[in-house]
Structures are given as structure tokens and as C-alpha cells.
């Protein structure tokens, strides 16, 4: 019998031998990661420690400073003490505490305090409309002091900070208003001597109501067809007849004194690169809110929308004449609107009837950049001229050699009178207004002009550019200045509706190629927010494309504080519209 044999099976000691070293190795990661939780929660705890340790010292107060509130965003030194003293001294001088929070923005030189950042109003009996308050924070440490309304929405208009009034050379000028009136307006009318403005002549002789030819002014006529064609351009030679271009100074220079008699006979040529009509006083921009000051020649236009102005008219009206060496008196003109919201009532025949020497049907010529205007300081709007779109008027000026130029919203024609100073073919001038018109036209017969090279047309501008789209009409250089549209954000979506529809309009009766100057002065409407953005909608809605050739606003007579935006009011933006 055959013995059998037995097969084993290999040895199992490797296989055991792998399972016990994963098993060794597993147990040994187990361990670490406990440890590395244990060493993690530790770490954590300790973080947590530190932060609490550093929250709690910084709630703590300074030995050496407190921060009573809590808008500052790092340690500064203690108020300057001179606006305290002196309010110590006078006695009795009311505190308009802020509410916790609100202290920075003011502290940083926004000069209307709102009726709710004010927690509570400190003081008997409590301040009137004009009477000077300290402006304090939560723990009534003064910031800066200004003048009071208990009825409107800027309660309180700042005058001075408490870091100026720590200025010796400011020190007079605390707490005092008659003193900081005439100290403001020195310096304003300071200012516009250094920008050589004012060295224009004037000369007050109402225009004839008809030309001087006996044709009385086209304000009547309705919107007819103008020579708005290219090919009906004149040559450059015949368009330089009347007046002579030259240079950076776009100095208007008349052939002859063709006003030198007539209705004009007590007007005498003035010096051709001046300017007799420009902003004395910018209200915010010159630290004195709801003040405005123009002068037009030699007489001074105050526009009055704060009550602490109606208080101290007379204050005014003295420092304007002593800085601006005038003796003739100041007109007055009440913003109805603003006064009823500063708790002052004014008649609509109060309003529309200005106070001051001119008679309530003068008018005044002055002299911007060369060229003669007749403007109305009593009847005309705000104080009777639009100085803020100087500098962008002699840039039309510069542009307009050999076009036909649309002027819309023409007012008085300051654009339509540069275009024409600067050669253009054609100027057509629309406006709704029949006064504005009037002057227009007197002020192109004023400078010489051939009635044949304008026309000023009484129309809405939106049916006037409907119908020259139908008739198919272009111009070379168009130029839209339309009146505020968004007196406050709570119209903005609707003014911006507005714009929308009349740069598509305007971007309609442009050549291809064309020049587009459209401006928006209304404060609500920022540049980059939403007054180019309004223009590319309205380029697509046209059809068409644009290129910003020029950006700009009012002139350094129109200063503007850095802590009052909203002062940067006017936006004026050149395209070049394919």
C-alpha cells in the first residue's frame, strides 16, 4: 500500500505578523491624533483667554483719556478748550448734544447738523432761529459751534470747528457772529481778487425793447427750420468778419462799437478780457450755509435761504459793501421755498419782488470773457446770471469754428453768444421762457451780430428736437443745460428718467461724429453714479456711441468743501457721439 503524503499549508506567520504591525500602527495614530486634539483645545483656549483679556482693556476707560463716545475709531487728544471757555465766559450759551454715533461726520466738517442726529438740546430758555449754540458730543465736550433753527431740518448750520477756534488768529471769531460774517466775507471776496475776476466794466441802461433797426426781438416766433445742414456752412474767412478769435484768452474784439449809440449810448466799451459778473459767496463752500452772493459789475445780488441770514441782512449787507468797496446797495432775493422750511413765510409777491437800490425793471450789462450780456438781478432766476458755466462757455467757444450749434435750454444765450464769438456757421437758441429769450436776444444784437448767423425759438425742447428728428435735421455741436430735474434724492429716479430721455433725443438730432456738451445741476445726480451711467443708456437706446472728451464743473469762483459734496453740484461732460 502506498503510503500517502500530506500537503501543509504554508506558515501563517507572515500573514500575523502584517496584521499585528497595521494594527500597531493604527494604535499609534489613534494615540497622536488624541494628543493633537488635546494639544489644539489647549491652543484654543489659551487664544480665547488673550482675546478676552485684550477686549476687556480696550472697554476699560484711559486713566489719561476717556472716550465717552464710541464713533471714535482710535484714542485722540482731549478738545481743543478755547470754544469751551469762551462759552463759560459768555454764560448761558445753549448745547445741541448729538446722539451717540453721530459725532464723526460733523467732527470731519459736514456743516448742517440734521434734526435727527440731535439727541437732546441742552439750555434755557431754549436757542431761537439764529441764536449761536455749542455742538457737542455725548458728553457734551464741545466740537464746534454754529447757528440755530428750532423748525427746520438743519438745525443747527456749524460755523466754526473746535480745532479752529484753538487757532489764535480764529480766536475773535468764536461764538461771535457778526465778527465771523465779516471775517468769512473778507475772505471770499479775497479769493476772487486772486483769480483776477472783476476787472470788467458795467454800465446800467435798460436795452430798447426793439432792436436797433426797429424790429422787435424773435422771441415770438415759433420753432421754424434753422440752417442746421453742413453743406450750408459759410467759409472760416466770412465766419471771422465780425469778430476775431485768437489764442488761449478767446478774446472777443468788436470791429467796431456798434452800440455806441441808440438805446446803448451810455455804454462804453469795457475791457474784452474781463469778467464783471461772477459768485462773491458760495454758501457752504465758503463756510456760510444758505448765503449766496453774486456780483453782476457793480452790483451785488444776495440770495437768502437760511434764516440765520434773514436775522443778520444787515450785518451782511454792511461787510458786502465794506469788502467788495460798493456803495450801492445789495439786492435781496428770498428762496420762498427754502425760507418756508427755515419757519420763515414769504409772499409769492415778496419773493418775486427783490429789495435793494435797482429798480425792479433794471437791467445790467456785464461782461463775461469778453462778451456783453443785459441781465435782470430783481426779475431773472436765481440772481439774474449763471456765472457757474463760465469756464464751459468759452470751451464751446473754442469748438465752434464753421458748425451749426443747437443751443437747448438756452436761457440768456451765454452758450449761443460763445459759439457765435467763436465762429460757428449757425446757432439756433431754444427755451420755454419768453423773458430769457428776450434778453438772448438783445445780448446777440449787444455784441454785433447778424440777425442772419442766429435764431432764438420759444418751444419745448423735447417737441423741438421730436420734430427736427422727423424733418430729418442734424447739427454739428449740440449743447443741453436743462434746469435742476432732482431737487432732492426722493426725485432722483424720476429726474434720471428725464436725462435719459433728453440725451437720447439730443444724441438723435447729432451728426455722427458730433460734439454733445450736456450738463445736470442737480446735487442728487453724481457723475459716476448715475449721470454717466443715464448717458450709456441713453447712447444705446439711440443708437449710438460716446466717447468723454471732457469732465467738468463750476469755476474756482464756486469753491466747494471737502465735508459737503452735495456742493459739487454742477456736472458738465463733453461727448463725442459716433
Not at 193 to 216: F, I
Not at 289 to 305: E, K, T, W, Y
Not at 515 to 525: E, K
Amino acid at each position: 500500500m502506498p503510503s500517502m503524503v500530506i500537503y501543509r499549508s504554508s506558515s501563517p506567520a507572515p500573514l500575523l505578523h502584517k496584521c499585528w504591525l497595521a494594527r500597531s500602527q493604527l494604535r499609534s495614530a489613534i494615540v497622536l491624533m488624541r494628543g493633537s486634539c488635546r494639544q489644539r483645545r489647549q491652543l484654543t483656549s489659551r487664544v480665547r483667554a488673550t482675546r478676552a483679556s485684550a477686549t476687556a482693556a480696550a472697554a476699560a476707560p484711559s486713566p489719561k483719556t476717556s472716550l465717552p463716545d464710541n464713533d471714535q475709531a482710535h484714542v485722540t487728544a482731549p478738545a481743543p478748550s478755547r470754544l469751551q471757555e469762551a462759552a463759560q465766559a459768555i454764560g448761558g450759551v445753549p448745547r445741541v448734544v448729538l446722539k451717540r454715533g453721530k459725532t464723526a461726520v460733523f467732527r470731519n466738517g459736514h456743516p448742517m447738523v440734521y434734526s435727527g442726529a440731535i439727541d437732546r438740546v441742552v439750555g434755557k430758555p431754549q436757542p431761537q432761529a439764529g441764536d449761536a449754540v455749542l455742538v457737542t458730543d455725548g458728553s457734551e465736550a464741545p466740537i464746534a459751534w454754529g447757528v440755530f433753527n428750532p423748525t427746520s431740518m438743519f438745525r443747527v448750520r456749524i460755523m466754526q470747528l473746535a480745532h479752529e477756534a484753538n487757532q489764535q488768529h480764529q480766536a475773535s471769531l468764536v461764538l461771535n457772529v457778526p465778527e465771523l460774517i465779516a471775517n468769512r466775507l473778507h475772505t471770499a471776496v479775497q479769493l476772487r481778487t486772486s483769480l483776477a475776476l472783476g476787472t470788467g466794466l458795467v454800465h446800467s441802461s435798460p436795452p430798447s425793447s426793439s432792436t436797433s433797426n426797429g424790429h422787435t426781438a424773435s422771441t415770438a416766433a415759433t420753432s421754424q427750420a434753422a440752417p442746421a445742414n453742413g453743406t450750408e456752412a459759410s467759409s472760416a474767412s466770412t465766419a471771422a468778419t465780425s469778430f476775431s478769435i485768437s489764442g488761449a484768452d478767446s478774446v472777443v474784439d468788436s470791429s467796431s462799437d456798434r452800440q455806441a449809440s441808440g438805446s446803448q449810448a451810455s455804454t462804453s466799451r469795457a475791457d474784452s478780457r474781463g469778467s464783471s459778473v461772477y459768485r462773491v459767496v458760495n454758501s457752504e463752500g465758503d463756510r456760510l450755509s444758505g448765503l449766496i452772493v453774486d456780483r453782476l459789475g457793480d452790483q451785488l445780488v444776495i440770495a437768502s435761504s437760511a434764516a440765520w441770514v434773514e436775522r443778520y441782512k444787515d450785518v451782511i449787507t454792511q461787510q458786502l459793501q465794506k469788502a467788495c468797496g460798493t456803495s450801492n446797495m445789495p439786492v435781496w432775493r428770498q428762496s420762498k421755498d427754502m425760507l418756508l422750511e427755515e419757519g420763515i413765510e414769504v409772499t409769492a409777491q415778496e419773493s418775486d419782488r427783490a429789495s435793494g437800490a435797482a429798480p425792479s425793471d433794471a437791467q445790467i450789462q456785464v461782461l463775461e470773457s469778453g462778451i456783453k450780456f443785459w441781465v435782470s438781478p430783481n426779475t431773472g432766476q436765481k440772481t439774474g446770471f449763471y456765472a457757474d458755466q463760465r469756464d464751459s462757455r468759452l470751451a464751446i467757444r473754442h469748438l465752434a469754428q464753421g458748425k451749426a450749434v443747437l443751443d437747448l435750454c438756452c436761457y440768456t444765450g451765454g452758450f449761443a453768444l460763445n459759439a457765435l464769438a467763436g465762429g460757428a456757421h449757425h446757432v439756433t437758441g431754444v427755451d420755454s421762457s419768453v423773458p430769457a429769450l428776450a434778453l438772448a436776444e438783445s445780448n446777440a444784437q449787444l455784441n454785433g451780430w447778424p440777425q442772419s448767423q442766429y435764431c432764438f425759438l420759444k418751444d419745448d425742447v423735447v417737441k423741438y428736437m421730436q420734430q427736427q428728428i422727423v424733418e430729418g435735421r442734424q447739427w454739428d455741436l449740440v449743447v443741453l443745460d436743462p434746469p435742476k430735474l432732482a431737487p432732492n434724492r426722493k426725485s432722483l429716479n424720476r429726474a434720471l428718467a428725464k436725462y435719459r430721455k433728453l440725451n437720447i433725443l439730443a444724441m438723435r438730432v447729432l451728426k455722427p461724429g458730433g460734439l454733445l456738451m450736456t450738463c445736470s445741476c442737480s446735487g442728487a445726480v453724481t457723475l459716476d453714479d448715475h449721470f454717466v451711467p443715464a448717458l450709456k443708456e441713453a447712447a444705446r437706446a439711440a443708437g449710438r456711441h460716446f466717447s468723454i472728451l471732457r469732465s467738468a464743473g463750476s469755476g474756482p469762483d464756486h469753491p466747494i468743501d471737502p465735508g459737503y459734496p452735495e456742493g459739487a453740484y454742477l456736472k458738465n461732460v463733453l461727448l463725442l457721439v459716433a
